[in-house]
């Protein structure tokens, strides 16, 4: 089944210690994507990343990290969390036509992240 | 600053009738317009794509427009049903392949 996985679905952690949250794709796309969603404010895109080894910032990249080393992976790092960070966090895969990303994003089901 | 609007924040109608979706942008010469459905508590899902040379793109009961002198898409879904209740998303996508999202109208169809 054609699917993009994150994993935590649920975290709960303290102001300033290290995360992971993982991403993964089984569709061979080339382009992948990390979102925050919050009320009032919709999905914003933190960074992105066309290709292994090719990764460019979003809309509010601070306070994150990003690295593509595979193609099927795409971890967002946030290296000392703080409660504005709390979000529900969304990765999604698209594939990369010759024009761009022109066509759906499949998106994970989604990290729900709370930073006290 | 780059900005996309949906003009409301919920919408509701009875089944049946036509539901419109408005998503306006500014700043942007986008390549192409996405529009996603998303249910409470799950990720978005891709819905319909319509290019900047594209007037008009159906598929079954959903219906999008994209005028780029008015820098605005139209959503529409005819004959609502309940099932159609849910929150609708509107992205651009530009020219650097960022994506840009649109905060959301949630939709209610009333049986």
């Known amino acids: 089944e054609a699917q993009v996985t994150q994993n935590p679905r649920y975290l709960i952690t303290v102001t300033g210690k290290k995360l992971t949250v993982t991403c993964s794709q089984n569709m061979n796309h080339e382009y992948m994507s990390w979102y925050r969603q919050d009320p009032g404010l919709g999905l914003r895109q933190i960074y992105y990343s066309m290709n292994v080894e090719v990764t460019d910032k979003g809309d509010v990249p601070e306070g994150y990290k990003v690295s593509r080393k595979e193609k099927r992976n795409f971890p967002l790092i946030l290296e000392s969390p703080s409660p504005n960070q709390t979000s529900l966090y969304f990765c999604?895969?698209?594939?990369?036509?010759?024009?761009?990303?022109?066509?759906?994003?499949?998106f994970g089901q989604g990290t729900r992240l709370t930073v006290v | 600053s780059q900005k996309i609007e949906q003009n409301s924040e919920a919408l509701n109608i009875q089944e049946g009738k036509t539901a419109t979706l408005t998503c306006n942008y500014t700043?942007?010469?986008?390549?192409?317009l996405q529009w996603y459905r998303q249910d409470p508590g799950r990720g978005p899902v891709f819905l319909l794509l319509i290019r900047e040379n594209e007037k008009e793109k159906r598929k079954e009961r959903l219906k999008v427009t994209f005028d780029t002198t008015l820098k605005q898409s139209l959503f529409h879904i005819t004959a609502s049903q309940p099932a159609d209740s849910a929150t609708y998303l509107c992205?651009?996508?530009?020219?650097?392949?960022?994506?840009?999202f649109g905060t959301g109208t949630r939709l209610k169809v009333l049986a």
């Open positions: 992205a651009l996508v530009t020219g650097t392949y960022k994506y840009i």
């Open positions: 700043n942007y010469s986008p390549a192409y």
């Open positions: 999604a895969s698209t594939p990369l036509k010759p024009t761009g990303p022109n066509t759906e994003a499949f």
